[in-house]
């Protein structure tokens, strides 16, 4: 019997499980498929919530201790691992935004830098806009390159000693009386002191009778990308809903839609014509490079992307992290420490209020 059983192999349940194992005990964490290969994998790893000002403060809450904590996160993680996340702080410049003054009162509030600009100003930060118009700026804002940072962080949890089961669906909870004791698996039961489920949109397919109300399901989102020589695009650059995002090495993505239509992960065409002309009109120079790559994935979708986060209050040792909607990314770190404190009866970073697990 371990400590702790981690039910998901995405960034929230690899972030859990690195956090518990931080403090000596024993976790091990079960994967239906592959590791780290689905939302988290699919993500564009903004840094932020796109238009932050329009969530509700349990969200910003997540997401400025992140913001704060992802350069020394991912030094850490890569000092465990050998493996660089690509973190580059390249801020996002946001066009065409009618809401600015809101924007700016709510940014003033905040520990967040964020600056009107003029169409000239956009076009020095991005020289090479489709149409620069006036908009918003906001240079603290940055980016993981999610596939890098999730084999960090598998190869760091490896170095640490957490212990991977993958290939392995969770069939159900296991209980005696009041209380949680592990997973049922194809491949056996394993067993736990205290279990996590971390399962994204498939949540709801673990918890069964429990999830009562939680509203967690799949919202799909397709991604389009580009390759290009290294420097075309300098910023995020977020416009009408839709974003670009330049990595390192050239290549740049562009996201993303939204799509209610439950487990389907099907690729469409008229899912990539929205990509690429959203992608173009901000960048027209897109149009000549190259696409080489276009895939889907499926947010864990909540109410007004508010995750739970916090342990059943009937059934002994059961915990939630999930629902993290379009922001999985940039509340990791945060989500993953607020877990962690309320399991271990420590004084929470944030108050748990907001997330706790209603029934
Ligand atoms: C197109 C797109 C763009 C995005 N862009 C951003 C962004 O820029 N910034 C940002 O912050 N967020 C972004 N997100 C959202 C972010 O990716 C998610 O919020 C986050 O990855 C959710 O992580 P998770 O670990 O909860 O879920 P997942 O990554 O989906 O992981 C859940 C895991 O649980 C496993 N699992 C499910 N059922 C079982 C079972 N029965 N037994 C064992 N394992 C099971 C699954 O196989 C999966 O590996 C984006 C998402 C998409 C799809």
């Given at each position: 019997?371990?400590?702790?059983?981690?039910?998901?192999?995405?960034?929230?349940?690899?972030?859990?499980?690195?956090?518990?194992?931080?403090t000596g005990a024993?976790?091990l964490?079960?994967?239906?498929g592959?590791l780290?290969r689905?939302?988290?994998?699919?993500?564009?790893g903004?840094?932020?919530?796109?238009?932050?000002?329009?969530?509700?403060?349990?969200v910003?809450?997540?997401?400025?201790?992140?913001?704060?904590?992802?350069?020394?996160?991912v030094?850490d993680?890569?000092?465990?691992?050998?493996l660089?996340?690509?973190?580059?702080?390249?801020?996002?410049?946001?066009?065409g935004?009618?809401?600015?003054?809101?924007?700016?009162?709510?940014?003033?509030?905040?520990?967040?830098e964020?600056?009107?600009?003029?169409?000239?100003?956009a076009?020095?930060?991005e020289?090479?806009?489709?149409?620069?118009?006036d908009?918003?700026?906001?240079?603290?804002?940055?980016q993981v390159?999610?596939?890098?940072?999730?084999?960090?962080?598998?190869e760091s949890?490896?170095q640490l000693?957490?212990?991977?089961?993958?290939?392995?669906?969770?069939?159900?909870?296991?209980?005696?009386?009041?209380?949680?004791t592990?997973a049922?698996?194809?491949?056996?039961?394993?067993l736990?002191?205290?279990?996590?489920?971390?399962?994204?949109?498939?949540?709801?397919?673990?918890?069964?009778?429990?999830?009562?109300?939680?509203?967690v399901?799949?919202?799909?989102?397709?991604?389009?990308?580009y390759?290009?020589?290294?420097?075309l695009?300098?910023?995020?650059?977020?416009?009408?809903?839709h974003?670009i995002?330049?990595?390192?090495d050239?290549h740049?993505?562009?996201?993303?839609?939204?799509?209610?239509?439950?487990?389907?992960?099907?690729?469409?065409?008229?899912?990539?014509?929205?990509?690429?002309?959203?992608?173009?009109?901000?960048?027209?120079?897109?149009?000549?490079?190259?696409?080489?790559?276009?895939?889907?994935?499926?947010?864990?979708?909540?109410p007004?992307?508010?995750?739970?986060?916090?342990?059943?209050?009937?059934?002994?040792?059961?915990?939630?992290?999930?629902?993290h909607?379009?922001n999985?990314?940039?509340?990791g770190?945060a989500?993953?420490?607020l877990?962690?404190?309320?399991?271990?009866?420590?004084?929470?970073?944030?108050?748990?209020?907001?997330?706790?697990?209603?029934?």
């Amino acid at each position: 019997m371990v400590d702790y059983l981690i039910i998901g192999g995405g960034l929230t349940g690899l972030l859990a499980a690195r956090e518990l194992r931080l403090t000596g005990a024993e976790v091990l964490l079960v994967e239906r498929g592959e590791l780290a290969r689905e939302s988290s994998w699919a993500g564009g790893g903004i840094l932020s919530p796109l238009y932050p000002w329009r969530y509700p403060q349990a969200v910003t809450v997540l997401a400025d201790w992140s913001r704060r904590h992802y350069v020394r996160l991912v030094a850490d993680i890569q000092a465990e691992s050998g493996l660089d996340s690509e973190f580059i702080q390249n801020g996002l410049l946001v066009q065409g935004s009618d809401e600015s003054d809101q924007a700016l009162s709510w940014a003033e509030q905040r520990d967040v830098e964020m600056l009107r600009v003029n169409a000239r100003e956009a076009a020095e930060l991005e020289p090479r806009l489709g149409l620069a118009v006036d908009g918003l700026w906001l240079p603290q804002i940055g980016q993981v390159r999610n596939p890098r940072l999730l084999q960090a962080l598998i190869e760091s949890c490896r170095q640490l000693g957490v212990q991977f089961k993958e290939n392995c669906p969770v069939e159900e909870l296991l209980y005696q009386d009041d209380k949680v004791t592990g997973a049922k698996t194809a491949k056996g039961d394993l067993l736990a002191k205290s279990v996590v489920v971390a399962g994204g949109a498939w949540s709801e397919q673990i918890l069964a009778e429990l999830d009562k109300g939680l509203g967690v399901e799949p919202v799909k989102g397709q991604m389009l990308l580009y390759k290009a020589e290294p420097g075309l695009v300098q910023r995020i650059v977020l416009s009408g809903g839709h974003y670009i995002i330049p990595r390192r090495d050239g290549h740049i993505l562009a996201g993303s839609t939204l799509e209610y239509m439950g487990f389907d992960k099907t690729l469409t065409e008229q899912g990539r014509q929205q990509l690429q002309l959203a992608a173009e009109a901000i960048m027209p120079a897109l149009a000549e490079v190259p696409i080489v790559n276009h895939w889907a994935g499926l947010r864990p979708g909540s109410p007004d992307g508010i995750p739970h986060i916090g342990m059943h209050s009937r059934v002994e040792g059961l915990y939630i992290s999930v629902g993290h909607f379009r922001n999985g990314v940039a509340m990791g770190p945060a989500s993953a420490r607020l877990l962690v404190d309320l399991m271990l009866g420590r004084e929470p970073i944030v108050d748990p209020t907001p997330y706790a697990w209603k029934i």
